[in-house]
């Protein structure tokens, strides 16, 4: 896959978390999604976050150990969504994907940490429709290179607290063996 494809997946999956969110409702702010304790309001303030750090380690070289506030998004999420995801886009079109990025854990390049927003965007786009009791399947070559991108890190899974342990799929799709492995049943 070319840094073009990556780049694409990249803001794919960002038009559709974008696009989920945009039918959520305030007045729904507080239903519960899968992801734990988070409601609807923590899940998109913590993919909002994400793209903050992006922008954060990208532009200023800076690791931020912290989420953007609950509440922080304020009385137009969808338009400090869009503000945050066009300028992380903005950003990663104009960066190198083989650039280091400052982690105080591991090793972190852009193409890296892609990965990781490409799977909050689409991952959390479908548990935003699953909370909303609507049916969402991820695109087949987002998922499929996001099982690419994962599956040598099942180990990681497996132990981390960041996702639920892998699941078996409901089906062969690329979207539930991706969900099945970040421990989603659809």
Same mark, same amino acid.
């Given at each position: 896959m070319t840094s073009t494809d990556v780049v694409d997946l990249y $803001?794919? /999956?960002s038009a559709l978390f974008g696009e989920a969110l945009s039918v959520v409702t305030i007045d729904l702010w507080n239903e519960p999604t899968l992801c734990g304790d988070w409601d +609807?309001?923590?899940l998109a303030v913590h993919v909002v976050s994400g793209e903050a750090? #992006? +922008? /954060? #380690? $990208? &532009?200023? *070289?800076i690791f931020i150990d912290q989420e953007i506030a /609950?509440?922080?998004l304020g009385p137009d999420p969808l338009a400090v969504w869009r503000g945050t995801a066009l300028k992380? +886009? /903005?950003l990663v079109k104009e960066t190198p994907l083989d650039q280091s990025l400052?982690?105080? @854990?591991m090793d972190l @390049? #852009? &193409?890296r940490l892609l990965g990781a927003r490409i799977t909050d965007n689409a991952v959390h786009a479908w548990d935003l429709m699953k909370a909303l009791g609507k049916d969402h399947v991820i695109e087949d070559d987002i998922a499929e290179w996001l099982l690419d991108y994962w599956l040598p890190l099942y180990d990681f899974l497996a132990e981390s607290d960041h996702f639920d342990s892998p699941v078996t799929p409901a089906n062969d799709s690329p979207s539930s063996r991706?969900? *099945?492995l970040l421990g989603r049943q659809i």
């Open positions: $803001v794919r /999956s +609807i309001q923590a750090q #992006l +922008i /954060s #380690l $990208v &532009e200023d *070289g /609950s509440g922080a992380a +886009i /903005s400052p982690h105080p @854990t @390049t #852009l &193409e991706l969900l *099945g």
